[in-house]
């Protein structure tokens, strides 16, 4: 089974430049989360689909970042402008239920140095 | 305060020794605990997942869950190098818009010394 494909894996922009991030969950997972993880600490949620709706977006910071799922599968997400704080490493992740953190499986990142 | 708490380390443990790592959740509602490690440069993987009180054990790993004092803990027996890595406790909980969603710790980083 593959696993959850991100790209680009590294990218290093300057501040007040643009990203964008794709995500292709594992094939039939219904719910895609995209994750922050700044060095040192745990993955924070930034939005979660289910099919192609937005479930939950409370900690996406709205006036910078935007994230779309069309189709229900593969997802964007982007950032514009970028901050320095925005230097972290962006996970996507994908699961078959509505939620069942054993079934949320995590591709390898997309690295994002602000400069 | 935080709603998951782990000593972020780092912790070293010897060679063939048990590493035990906590966790503190602040949602009295939360059903399911989870255990993620993670190397350096790499995404989380899922190692341990427990739902009721007491412990569940998986080959060199024991997951312990006290629910009353909102306490989750993971055991890890007969410490080995490849151990080494960031471990993440993730607690379920429902958020205000009624979807289920994963809070992470901060993780603690274990190093084992041959």
């Known amino acids: 089974e593959a696993g959850v494909a991100q790209s680009p894996r590294y990218k290093i922009i300057e501040k007040r430049q643009s990203v964008a991030f794709w995500c292709n969950p594992i094939?039939?997972?219904?719910?895609l989360y995209w994750y922050q993880q700044i060095l040192g600490q745990g993955p924070k949620l930034l939005i979660q689909?289910?099919?192609?709706?937005?479930?939950?977006d409370s900690q996406l910071p709205k006036d910078r970042f935007s994230a779309e799922r069309l189709k229900g599968v593969d997802s964007t997400l982007k950032i514009q402008p970028a901050k320095l704080e925005d230097s972290a490493v962006y996970l996507c992740?994908?699961?078959?239920?509505?939620?069942?953190?054993?079934?949320?499986?995590f591709g390898e990142g997309s690295w994002l140095t602000v400069v | 305060q935080k709603e998951v708490e782990q000593n972020s380390g780092p912790l070293s443990v010897p060679e063939g020794a048990i590493a035990s790592l906590n966790c503190t959740y602040s949602?009295?509602?939360?059903?399911?605990f989870f255990w993620y490690r993670q190397y350096s440069g790499k995404s989380p993987e899922l190692i341990m997942f427990?739902?009721?009180?007491g412990d569940k054990e998986d080959g060199r790993f024991t997951a312990q869950l006290n629910k009353a004092s909102q306490y989750v803990s993971l055991l890890i027996r007969d410490s080995q190098p490849s151990d080494s890595a960031t471990y993440l406790c993730?607690?379920?909980?429902?958020?205000?818009?009624?979807?289920?969603?994963?809070?992470f710790g901060t993780g603690t980083r274990l190093t084992i010394i041959p």
């Open positions: 992740a994908s699961s078959s239920l509505a939620f069942t953190g054993n079934t949320i499986y």
């Open positions: 094939s039939g997972h219904a719910t």
């Open positions: 689909f289910q099919n192609n709706g937005v479930v939950d």
């Open positions: 949602d009295r509602g939360s059903q399911s």
């Open positions: 427990i739902y009721s009180n």
């Open positions: 993730a607690v379920e909980i429902i958020s205000n818009f009624g979807n289920e969603k994963l809070t």
